[in-house]
């Protein structure tokens, strides 16, 4: 091993000559990095993999279908050798010696005269790593390195505090069904860099403990039968702070555009001229019934699923859901904040002509440490909810995939039955 640690640099290669010998599975992880650098690529290998064919084909590069000559290193700038000839290998290192290209070799790292870096990119920034003791021969270790760095940047857990580029504007972020996992990348990498947050109680809460002490969070829960901010004060609340300057997030449950009023909060930032970025969630729709072991389709037993609100019951006059029509259907039917009309559901749905044995679950909490499933019928489903205390949030799906999945084991979440 090199008695001294190699000299970290970039290099622009846009236009200049870079030499590739090898069209092997090392061409093909490296030869993408070259092309989005602009580099003049010339490949000189008798044989290449589809992909780097594909990249030739597509005028990416220049490919000599032959083996390695002398010479061919002579106009370049960089060198990467990476055939499954050993003298060929070494008889292109010292070409590049002697014509002064820094040279990379895949099978000698020791004779090279440069190395390839593990790198990674995040929101304009490269991340480039190079270990300098023995594990540096081990790949596995740079790239682990590499992997923690980028992913700090990109879910906002590593941050530079004094130089964060706080953009004012509203992000609407659907923050998933309550794991604080369950959130996208980039709605917590917004998280991480904003000024305000206004955050209902269904979403991930634990990550608001992650904000440092100068963020200001509002309450904006809209508790079931209980407290709640108006929607007109929570858009308000939006308007004001991003008029101040401050980058503000709308932290939601689920997805922002299911059940989540998002789409009133656009319209609302939209006529005060104040720019909206909108960051897709994962909906509890779905995640909570696979949470619970519950695929919404399933080969041979459901080819559709249908999400409804059931926060106002059948009867109602306020409800747009055609009911008589869902009960005809043999998919999956999810319903959300459905808890407290459930029963009215069952009754209407088998009134129409869906079987009363038809499985029924309800999963309390999904995600959470505090998830629990309950089995039932339809016909036993609204008595369920009474004697399970069956609590808000809960997703319920009704359909045969109930019952498509192994038991619930006792390690998991265990089911009330």
């Not at 001294?4 to 069209?23: D, I, M, S």
């Not at 590049?96 to 790198?119: G, I, M, N």
């Not at 901010?229 to 401050?246: F, R, S, V, Y």
């Not at 999400?307 to 409800?319: F, Q, T, Y």
Request: aromatic share 4%; charged share 20%.
């Amino acid at each position: 091993m090199a008695e001294h640690p190699a000299y970290p640099v970039g290099l622009r290669l846009t236009g200049r000559r870079v030499v590739v010998l090898g069209g092997g599975q090392v061409a093909q992880r490296r030869l993408p990095a070259l092309v989005a650098a602009g580099a003049d690529i010339r490949l000189v290998s008798p044989e290449a993999t589809p992909s780097v064919e594909a990249m030739a084909d597509a005028g990416e590069l220049t490919w000599h279908r032959r083996r390695y000559q002398e010479g061919d290193l002579a106009d370049a700038w960089y060198a990467l050798i990476a055939t499954s000839d050993p003298e060929a290998n070494t008889a292109a290192s010292a070409e590049a010696e002697r014509h002064r290209v820094w040279c990379v070799r895949s099978d000698d790292a020791d004779a090279a005269t440069a190395w390839t870096p593990a790198t990674g990119h995040s929101e304009g920034v490269t991340v480039a790593v190079l270990t300098t003791d023995a594990r540096g021969r081990d790949p596995r270790h740079t790239a682990a390195i590499r992997d923690a760095v980028v992913e700090g940047l990109r879910d906002g857990t590593l941050v530079a505090p004094h130089h964060r580029t706080r953009k004012p504007g509203v992000a609407l972020v659907g923050g998933g069904p309550g794991d604080p996992d369950l959130i996208t990348v980039r709605g917590r990498r917004l998280l991480a860099e904003a000024d305000v947050v206004i955050a209902d109680h269904l979403g991930p809460r634990d990550l608001l403990a992650e904000l440092p002490p100068s963020v200001e969070v509002i309450d904006a829960a809209k508790l079931p039968y209980g407290r709640f901010m108006a929607q007109e004060a929570i858009n308000d609340a939006l308007i004001q702070h991003a008029k101040q300057g401050k980058s503000v997030v709308r932290l939601k449950g689920g997805d922002p555009f299911v059940y989540g009023r998002g789409m009133e909060e656009v319209i609302a930032l939209a006529e005060a001229g104040i720019p909206c970025t909108v960051v897709p969630g994962i909906s509890s729709s779905i995640s909570v019934p696979g949470a619970a072991g519950i695929p919404v389709t399933h080969r041979g037993v459901a080819h559709e699923f249908t999400v409804v609100s059931g926060h106002v019951a059948p009867d109602d006059e306020r409800s747009l859901v055609d009911w008589p029509s869902l009960a005809k259907l043999t998919g999956t039917l999810v319903i959300l904040m459905g808890v407290g009309t459930l029963g009215k559901v069952a009754e209407t749905l088998i009134a129409h002509g869906k079987s009363p044995d038809t499985p029924v679950a309800l999963v309390q909490e999904g995600t959470t440490a505090g998830q629990r499933r309950v089995d039932a019928t339809l016909a036993t489903a609204g008595a369920a909810v009474i004697e399970h205390e069956v609590k808000p949030p809960a997703v319920i799906v009704i359909g045969e995939v109930v019952k498509a999945g192994p038991a619930p084991s006792a390690s998991s979440p265990a089911p009330h039955a």
